[in-house]
T-cell receptor, first 115, second 114 residues
Framework: DAGVTQSPTHLIKTRGQQVTLRCSPI?????VSWYQQVLGQGPQFIFQ???????GRGNFPDRFSARQFPNYSSELNVNALLLGDSALYLC??????????????FGEGSRLTVL | KQEVTQIPAALSVPEGENLVLNCSFT??????LQWFRQDPGKGLTSLLL?????REQTSGRLNASLDKSSGRSTLYIAASQPGDSATYLC?????????????FGKGTTLSVSS
């Protein structure tokens, strides 16, 4: 079975541009979460979606937005890119809405570099 | 606010040694705790998941314990191998104003020499 897949794997943008990252969860998983990992730090929670509804949002500015589609895939959008947005963006999927008892499975990430 | 701390930040050991990685968290109201492995530039691989009602989980050479009351978890790696070299991340699943999410430590970078 395929794991969590993310695209693109690497991309380079310039300040002020916009970026869209994509994620396909493990088959059967209905919850998708997004995390940002800056070099040398642990991942930080951005969003969680379940059944196309936003269930949680971390401490990120409104330039960050996301959505989930009927097939449970998800997109993360970042507008007006800043140098500080350079990071590895990780997508995770799980079976349950809150994953209070469930395990999160992560993809390989999308490495964003903002110049 | 939940905070997760991992000690040490880096660890170097010769092949064959048994080792312990430490994780502490400030709020004991967690749903579960998960240990991950991350190779350089790669995503996270789940190693072990411990529910809040459990005390430990084992998978092969790995054993993770959880003491929720004291806010501590340890990851024990037996008979370390060079292939174990990676960064190990501890994360607790908790509820806060953001919803429910994993809160991560900064990780312990392990280097096992042959």
């Amino acid at each position: 079975d395929a794991g969590v897949t993310q695209s693109p794997t690497h991309l380079i943008k310039t300040r002020g541009q916009q970026v869209t990252l994509r994620c396909s969860p493990i088959s059967g998983h209905k919850s998708v979460s997004w995390y940002q990992q800056v070099l040398g730090q642990g991942p930080q929670f951005i969003f969680q979606y379940y059944e196309k509804e936003e269930r949680g949002r971390g401490n990120f500015p409104d330039r960050f937005s996301a959505r989930q589609f009927p097939n449970y895939s998800s997109e993360l959008n970042v507008n007006a890119l800043l140098l500080g947005d350079s990071a590895l963006y990780l997508c995770a999927s799980s079976l349950a809405a809150t994953t209070s008892t469930g395990e999160l499975f992560f993809g390989e990430g999308s490495r964003l570099t903002v110049l | 606010k939940q905070e997760v701390t991992q000690i040490p930040a880096a660890l170097s050991v010769p092949e064959g040694e048994n080792l312990v990685l430490n994780c502490s968290f400030t709020d004991s109201a967690i749903y579960n705790l998960q240990w991950f492995r991350q190779d350089p530039g790669k995503g996270l691989t789940s190693l072990l998941l411990i529910q809040s009602s459990q005390r430990e989980q084992t998978s092969g050479r790995l054993n993770a314990s959880l003491d929720k009351s004291s806010g501590r978890s340890t990851l024990y790696i037996a008979a370390s191998q060079p292939g174990d070299s990676a960064t190990y991340l501890c994360a607790v699943f908790t509820a806060n104003q953001a919803g429910t999410a994993l809160i991560f430590g900064k990780g312990t970078t392990l280097s096992v020499s042959s």
